[in-house]
């Protein structure tokens, strides 16, 4: 980690090749234009930093972050590792995000908000809706996973009611079952390319199954224990 206490610390830093700024420690930073750093700001390696980025006091930013433009990060914020950002997220003072958590565009999180809150909040108000949720289980021609994520490959014969070990985090890669939600197709989520002969079957799942839920703005991914195939 590198604490600096302005953008101008940052610029002093050397350029490399690629337009990364080089700290004394070798980590990577890049920076967009009038970004604003409050004091003590710890930022780790490879952190993007868009235009009109704003971060509060104590703010500390894991490796890989990215930021898009018009962040604006209270104090105290901290972001694990591979966190993305969209443009204009505004998070308040003390919100903690865990490793590789991804937030879509102009997402406000009030103080001392966690990723895990924001997931268990999510999955509580589905429970209490009390209705069973359709999602798309995309499979290869012989209704097998792809594992586009790793693990066993899995069959889904239908009628089959399918389970699996996992447990509620905001970790989207995490054991489970993944799905994406109706309509949503695998490259559109970052999971392949366009050119692929996966199929989508429709499966039904209960809320008291989810294991991640997926982050405002951002829930084309989902994760669940159990799920029902349709078709």
């Not at 002093?12 to 980590?27: F, I, L, S, T």
């Not at 003390?94 to 809150?117: A, F, I, R, W, Y």
Request: charge should be negative; include cysteine.
């Amino acid at each position: 980690m590198n604490t600096v206490n302005s953008v101008e610390d940052i610029k002093a830093w050397p350029k490399n090749d690629e337009g990364w700024h080089v700290a004394p420690n070798g980590y990577w930073v890049t920076l967009g234009d009038n970004v604003t750093l409050g004091d003590k700001v710890m930022l780790g390696d490879r952190v993007r930093l868009g235009d009109k980025v704003r971060l509060g006091d104590k703010v500390t930013l894991g490796n890989g972050v990215r930021l898009g433009n018009g962040v604006m990060l209270g104090n105290g914020v901290q972001l694990g590792d591979a966190v993305r950002l969209g443009d204009r997220v505004t998070l308040g003072d003390n919100v903690t995000l865990g490793d590789k958590v991804g937030l879509g565009d102009g997402v406000q999180l009030g103080e001392c908000v966690t990723s895990t809150q924001i997931i268990q909040d999510r999955i509580d108000a589905l429970i209490r809706a009390g209705r069973p949720l359709l999602a798309w289980k995309w499979v290869t021609p012989q209704r097998k996973s792809p594992n586009f994520d790793g693990g066993s490959s899995i069959e889904y014969p239908k009628d089959a009611v399918i389970e699996a070990e996992g447990e509620v985090s905001d970790h989207q890669c995490a054991p489970g079952l993944h799905v994406l939600p109706v309509g949503v197709r695998p490259e559109h989520a970052g999971l392949c390319g366009a050119e692929h002969n996966f199929i989508p079957l429709l499966v039904e799942y209960q809320p008291e199954d989810i294991l991640f839920p997926g982050f405002p703005g951002n829930s084309d991914k989902i994760r669940v224990r159990k799920l029902r195939v349709l078709e």
